[in-house]
């Protein structure tokens, strides 16, 4: 029992990382296509991970950056494996949809504490509008939490996904509760940090925020964190509104068809700005998911 | 080296610099050779580029970038800070207050790091090779690793630099960086002709070359020193201002 645990424990975050690598290929192949563009090769960012990895020289802005960078990958790997896959539950019994919600935010988290360190301005901007960006979508987000809770009477992801898969497409969430479907789309979106709600990175504007002091290994575990994001929220939506995965084939088109929607909609965007980035998300999907709450709550 | 005078190679010059470079671990053995190529490989493939567009021949970059040529397919993409990128691309002619800009964001780049001049004016100063305000050679104050002829390069041979680069990458031969390490005098001697003998970086070379092994006999010397001299008088000022401040820093050293 503890031996397969542990197994699981090891391979969960071994395959959420590859499939990361997949949808970060497919992110920037869709918006190459887009711009009528070829766009990068197949391992590229296998490549650009291992390059950022070998750099010879680097440089560290004291123990709270380090840390940083600790706090951040063991946030993400965590999460990991509390969400639960075909085949693999991992830790998902152990805990549930709220501890998920908690772990998703300690990466963000870290990074503030490590870019603090930097002293870097456009770092301490860029994350400062990052925690904004947070107490924007987090609202939703949690009305939305709220609203599953509510219909399906448990926070346990293995039974939101059973519940969901018990009588074909007719009972995921998405067909249940399309209004909360909506709201959760929107402000998971938000969490991806791209356009339009893009307003931490910003290359532009305050050259890649967060970012700007990285280099080198720490560089190459942002570019780690981003590929598990991709995976954690889509599969997270996947779990919440789309059935779950009967089998990896299902989960996975399911996964590439939430994250193709979500990168294909960031290309056609601009940015938002900051306080446009709060008050749409604390009108419409704030508005959608309390009314999908109502609508639930009355059944 | 060791001090046992009997086992010392009688050619060898008697005031050999302890800077003298010995093969590293990671140069010796079978397995790190392996590493270090593949390594190798993925830098050559994966190359972000800080583009430090000074002068005119920044507009060739668009369509290099986009979509009439794309340069990410061969692996290389834009990035916006200098620490996060490998690529110093200088397109065209530098001004003396560029030239601090430019040596200050080269030495925030991580190593390995790779300088490209753009453009005749960063070769022998092009069509401003008269003027009092601009520098004529680039790689006589950064080390740089290939030029671009042409006034102005077109996006073809851009792309063509990047691809040359990529090999010499490839090869383990794009090592201007280190020329920059282990004769870092030399360049700190050019540019302290044009800035004044008080010029000085917040990136700390010589303490980077030791903390790395990347030691040269250039590494140190006459104008290195004046750095050292700098450091002091700086140390010397700051008790009237900030006290604390002072006898903290002074205990450090
Ligand atoms: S080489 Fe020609 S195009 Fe380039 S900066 Fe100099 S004058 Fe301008």
């Not at chain 2, 009092?132 to 390069?153: E, N, R, S, V, W």
Request: a neutral charge.
């Amino acid at each position: 029992m503890t031996l397969s645990l542990l197994a699981e424990l090891i391979v969960m975050p071994l395959i959420a990382f590859v499939v990361g690598l997949a949808l970060v290929l497919m992110m920037r192949r869709v918006r190459a296509r887009i711009e009528r563009r070829i766009g990068p090769p197949l391992l590229q960012p296998v490549y650009d991970i291992v390059k950022l990895y070998a750099k010879r020289t680097q440089v560290s802005h004291g123990i709270m950056h380090d840390l940083a960078i600790v706090m951040l990958l063991g946030g993400i790997t965590t999460s990991v494996c509390f969400l639960p896959v075909p085949g693999l539950e991992g830790l998902a019994r152990q805990g549930d949809l709220l501890t998920l919600v908690y772990l998703m935010m300690v990466p963000m988290l870290g990074l503030a504490l490590g870019v603090g360190s930097c002293a870097n301005p456009n770092g301490s901007i860029g994350i400062s509008r990052a925690l904004t960006a947070m107490l924007a979508y987090d609202v939703p987000f949690v009305f939305v939490v709220i609203g599953l809770a509510v219909a399906y009477g448990t926070t346990s992801l293995p039974e939101i996904i059973a519940h969901q898969q018990s009588g074909g497409i007719a009972t995921w969430g998405a067909a249940e509760m399309p209004l909360l479907a909506i709201a959760g789309f929107i402000a998971m979106h938000a969490m991806l940090g791209k356009e339009p709600f893009e307003i931490y990175v910003a290359p532009a504007e305050i050259a890649t925020g967060p970012m700007a002091e990285m280099s080198g290994k720490y560089m190459g575990a942002l570019f780690v964190m981003q590929s598990f994001q991709l995976y954690t929220i889509g599969a997270l939506y996947v779990t919440m509104f789309l059935g779950g995965g009967e089998n990896w084939l299902t989960f996975l088109m399911k996964l590439f068809a939430v994250v193709f929607v979500s990168v294909a909609l960031t290309n056609v965007y601009g940015r938002y700005k900051t306080d446009k980035v709060i008050r749409f998300m604390w009108t419409w999907p704030t508005g959608i998911a309390l009314a999908g709450l109502a609508l639930v709550m009355m059944h | 080296m060791s001090e046992n005078a009997g086992s010392r190679n009688p050619l060898q010059l008697r005031d050999q610099p302890e800077t003298c470079r010995t093969a590293d671990a990671e140069e010796r053995s079978a397995w790190q050779r392996v590493i270090g190529r593949f390594a190798d490989n993925c830098r050559a493939r994966s190359l972000f580029v800080l583009h430090y567009c000074t002068g005119c021949g920044a507009i060739e970059l668009p369509p290099t970038i986009t979509s009439r040529f794309d340069m990410e397919r061969v692996g290389v993409s834009p990035m916006v800070t200098p620490r996060q990128a490998d690529i110093l691309l200088i397109t065209g002619y530098v001004a003396l207050k560029t030239l601090k800009r430019v040596i200050l964001s080269y030495e925030q780049m991580q190593a390995p790091k790779y300088v490209i001049g753009f453009g005749s004016c960063t070769i022998n100063g092009g069509m401003y090779w008269n003027s009092y305000a601009t520098i004529k050679q680039l790689d006589q104050y950064i080390p740089t690793d290939l030029f671009i002829a042409g006034c102005m390069p077109r996006p073809e041979a851009v792309q063509e630099v990047f691809l040359e680069l990529m090999r010499m990458i490839d090869a383990g031969k794009a090592n201007a960086w280190r020329d920059y390490y282990r004769n870092y005098d030399h360049y700190l001697a050019n540019q302290q002709a044009l800035f004044g003998p008080q010029w000085h970086t917040p990136t700390d070379i010589v303490a980077e070359a030791k903390h790395y092994g990347l030691m040269g006999p250039g590494t140190t010397g006459p104008h290195t020193r004046l750095l050292d001299q700098h450091a002091e008088w700086a140390l010397d000022r700051i008790p009237e201002d900030y006290p604390e401040r002072g006898e903290n820093e002074r205990s450090e050293r």
